[in-house]
């Protein structure tokens, strides 16, 4: 039985007074409000208080996918795009990323060179190996061929130096990992003429410019193309077989590609020291631009010699489709002053090795005042081993998956179809119990890529067997009104490089992922359908969507939102925006998950 008014001494201590004057009404009143106005300002203080300690737990973000899916490249737009913060410290390593760029370039010649060589032998074998008394006469500058040699020997002092060197061993497996046999065909023999001689001659300079340069790198700068390691995800059963595993590399944070840059610049101060005592060895850098400038001509001669393209053609062999082709853009490259650009560095191709760990706290947006620690992980098979001990508390997991690559293998394992390997990769992610709860986003990556290749008429049946009898043709794309709809929002969006939601319903909806700029469709666009390459694309996205969201509700112990997003993360400005848009949902998952605790 509750207590009287007049018995409950709290209520009468609130009430007024009796006999109150309208005056000393009024002045209680006032002191009443200032009172509660205080009391709302601290409540709103411990209230901010609370949400900043929930911040101040860092925000764990882990990039997961096969080697070569993207991971590296939207951690760098990550970085440059969206962090601020970091910008000083990027600042320092983008001038580092000149020399991976300058491997990259040379490293497209010189796979060209060697076909070229094979070519010409076949065509005719007198005409190789080249003789060393040829009076052409190479480019002017060379590099020193190694630390070792004589500072004071000109590497082009001899004949010998016009001799071409075998392909390095590694050069050798690059070769039959990214070239594929000669293709038996009814088509006239390719006629070779002193021309394609002259350019293997006076380019065989930059083979040693490549093996100086992957000296310099070390392990990150050459693709891997054995592994002795045969599962897709060798850290599902850590307490087995993954930690018995053999590793490629040891966890370190400062493993990998930062390392290899950090060799590159201390063999630049190193020089830069030794210069200031004999000045005999001048910097590597400007060494290496050196030769390659002085072959600049001859790169542009090889790259576009229609020989050579029918040969690379028949071949099969779409140099412009590896990582970090740079051969378009050999013109402004090749040059003693060739000045890096943000575009460069995100083509950039180097292997991560180990986990590569970057924490930043930003200073703007959505994460304002919280700390964010980001890993990106070599993709090889045999470097997935270390990724299991990263999966604690882990808050998201952005996974790339590359879909273009449905019709390739795996360089470390010449067995496995590429996108057969990310469904596996997925599918292990999924149902690791460890990661039960964390956030899982999906990355279509190189949807530009895979747009070409359809265009130029790969079918995707031919290539992944888990595909069964879905057909990559335009009438599959117009199955029904409700999906010609959709397949033209998102081919457009596609083309935009814009992102898609998709949510565990059992009807497919898609819906943009706010916030999107540009808007989802251009100014003055209707939904009538693009041309048809844009419906086989969209279609076939909608099945690799289809498929992985399959594979994520089958596998996951818990039921948890599919997010997937269409992607080219080379386009920069688009990926921005995505990651804008991961990046607040991120937040929001954590910040729930830390009111949960
Ligand atoms: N055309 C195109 N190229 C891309 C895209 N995403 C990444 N690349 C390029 O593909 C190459 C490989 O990308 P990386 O980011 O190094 O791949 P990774 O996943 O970090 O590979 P590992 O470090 O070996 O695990 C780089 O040259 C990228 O610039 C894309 O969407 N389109
Ligand atoms: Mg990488």
């Known amino acids: 039985m509750g207590r009287s008014f007049e018995e409950d001494p709290l209520t009468a201590a609130l009430a007024p007074p009796p006999n109150e004057t309208p005056a000393e009404r009024d002045a209680r009143e006032r002191i009443e409000a200032e009172a509660k106005r ?31 899916s993207g991971k590296t490249a939207t951690l760098k737009i990550a970085v440059d795009f969206q962090l601020l913060y970091c910008k000083r410290q990027w600042s320092e390593e983008r001038a580092s990323w000149k020399c991976v760029i300058l491997l990259n370039l040379v490293r497209n010649v010189n796979d060209i060179l060697d076909i070229l060589g094979r070519e010409m032998a076949a065509a005719n074998p007198d ?97 891997l193309y054995t592994t002795n390691t045969n599962s897709a995800a060798p850290f599902d059963s850590p307490g087995s077989s993954s930690s018995k595993r053999e590793k490629e590399f040891s966890v370190h944070s400062t493993n990998g590609w930062k390392t290899a840059l950090e060799r590159f610049r201390a063999a630049r101060r190193r020089s830069g020291e030794d210069s200031g005592v004999l000045r005999k060895v001048r910097d590597m850098e400007e060494e290496v631009l050196d030769v390659i400038a ?64 970057y924490r930043v706290t930003f200073e703007h947006g959505h994460s304002a005042g919280s700390e964010w620690r980001m890993y990106d992980v070599g993709g090889t098979r045999s470097s997935r081993a270390v990724w299991y001990s990263y999966f604690d508390d882990v808050d998201a997991i952005i996974f790339l998956a590359p879909v273009s690559c449905f019709d390739e293998k795996l360089a470390e394992d010449r067995r496995v179809n590429r996108l057969e390997d990310s469904y596996m990769l997925w599918k292990s992610v999924c149902s690791c119990k460890l990661l039960a709860r964390t956030q899982l986003v999906l990355f279509l990556n190189k949807c530009d890529l895979l747009q070409a290749k359809l265009m130029r008429g790969a079918k995707i049946r031919d290539s992944v067997p888990s595909f069964g009898d879905r057909r990559n043709d335009v009438a599959t794309a117009t199955r029904s009104p409700e999906n010609s709809l959709l397949f033209a929002l998102e081919s457009t969006a596609d083309q935009l490089g814009l992102c898609f939601q998709l949510a ?91 009111d949960l605790m």
């Open 38 to 68: 205080i009391s709302d300002e601290i409540d709103a203080l411990l209230r901010r208080e609370r949400e900043a300690e929930k911040k101040r737990k860092p925000v764990k973000l882990l990039l997961l996918g096969q080697s070569e």
């Open 127 to 223: 005409t190789l190996p080249v003789a060393s008394s040829s009076k052409i006469t190479p480019p002017a500058t060379a590099i020193p061929t190694s630390t070792s040699s004589s500072p004071t020997s000109s590497p082009l002092s001899s004949d010998s130096e016009f001799e071409e060197p075998p392909p390095s061993p590694n050069a050798a497996r690059r070769q039959s990992a990214t070239v594929g046999p000669p293709v038996q065909s009814n088509a006239p023999p390719l006629k070779f003429k002193d021309k394609h001689r002259l350019l293997r001659l006076r380019l065989a300079p930059l083979r040693r410019v490549q093996a100086d340069l992957e000296t310099r790198l070390g392990a990150a700068a050459t693709e």
């Open 294 to 357: 002085g072959c600049r001509e001859d790169i542009r001669s090889v790259w576009e010699d229609r020989v050579v393209r029918e040969m690379l053609s028949r071949r099969k062999t779409r140099i412009e489709d590896s990582a970090g082709f740079f051969l378009n853009d050999a013109d402004r490259i090749a040059r003693t002053d060739y000045q890096i650009t943000d575009d460069d560095i995100i083509r950039a191709r180097l292997r991560t090795l180990g986990v590569q760990e």
């Open 504 to 594: 565990l319903a059992p009807t497919r909806r898609a819906r943009p992922f706010a916030p999107i700029q540009p808007p989802l469709l251009p100014e003055g666009s209707s939904l009538a359908p693009p041309p048809a390459s844009g419906f086989i694309t969209a279609s076939l996205l909608l099945d690799f969507q289809q498929h992985f969201k399959e594979i994520l509700r089958t596998y996951s112990p818990v039921q948890r939102p599919f997010y997937v997003h269409l992607t080219s993360v080379i386009d920069t400005k688009s990926t921005a925006v995505t990651l804008g848009a991961v990046e607040e949902s991120i937040l929001r998952d954590h910040l729930r998950r830390a």
